[in-house]
T-cell receptor, first 116, second 113 residues
Framework: GAVVSQHPSRVICKSGTSVKIECRSL??????MFWYRQFPKQSLMLMAT?????????EQGVEKDKFLINHASLTLSTLTVTSAHPEDSSFYIC????????????FGPGTRLTVT | AQSVTQLDSQVPVFEEAPVELRCNYS??????LFWYVQYPNQGLQLLLK??????LVKGINGFEAEFNKSQTSFHLRKPSVHISDTAEYFC???????????FGSGTRLLVRP
């Protein structure tokens, strides 16, 4: 089946630094990838839609200058949390939409970000 | 705008008992409906989906769900649960014209021996 990987799986950084999270579709092409944020014991909240070769579309309330998204190829999207603060600590999950078939989304295993 | 309601935050059940996890949605357009399972510290795995056709959808791990348009519901069922089914379950909708997923708040299924 389709596999989506995320790297790193867990990261701890100091307040004020930037962190990059990678999302890769391993065996299929994904023109569209999505980035979600999940707080403990809560649901997933869509942050942005990442389209290959174009600018990402951010959901209302998400700061695009803080959460930089780049989708440079059909298999890779990156999320960079700039000038991270403790309130940015969360579980970040990406999904990739298979451009073939019915366009099902496949989810990565998530990245646990802790900002100290 | 679309929204998803999962009324039960937690459902405790004994092993081998049947279970139903409830999901209701609101939408002014046709939608695709999904159920996902999330094990601790992992991403989401698709259990089943309704796109069109038969309203009874069968998924992996013995789960099934029924789409009821008049009641705008998509409840998830399993006739006999296992300890390994303990996880968080999310219902989600996606409008026809978009591939965005809108998730419910999740239901924690706790299977006890």
């Amino acid at each position: 089946g389709a596999v989506v990987s995320q790297h790193p799986s867990r990261v701890i950084c100091k307040s004020g630094t930037s962190v990059k999270i990678e999302c890769r579709s391993l065996d299929f092409q994904a023109t569209t990838m999505f980035w979600y944020r999940q707080f403990p014991k809560q649901s997933l909240m869509l942050m942005a839609t990442s389209n290959e070769g174009s600018k990402a579309t951010y959901e209302q309330g998400v700061e695009k200058d803080k959460f930089l998204i780049n989708h440079a190829s059909l298999t890779l999207s990156t999320l960079t949390v700039t000038s991270a603060h403790p309130e940015d600590s969360s579980f970040y999950i990406c999904s990739a939409r298979d451009t073939s078939g019915v366009g099902e989304q496949y989810f990565g295993p998530g990245t646990r970000l802790t900002v100290t | 705008a679309q929204s998803v309601t999962q009324l039960d935050s937690q459902v405790p059940v004994f092993e081998e008992a049947p279970v139903e996890l409830r999901c209701n949605y609101s939408s002014s357009v046709s939608v695709y409906l999904f159920w996902y399972v999330q094990y601790p510290n992992q991403g989401l795995q698709l259990l089943l989906k309704y796109l069109s056709g038969s309203t009874l959808v069968k998924g992996i791990n013995g789960f099934e769900a029924e789409f009821n348009k008049s009641q705008t519901s998509f409840h998830l069922r399993k006739p006999s649960v296992h300890i390994s089914d303990t996880a968080e379950y999310f219902c989600a909708v996606s409008p026809d014209s978009s591939y965005k997923l809108i998730f419910g708040s999740g239901t924690r299924l706790l299977v006890r021996p």
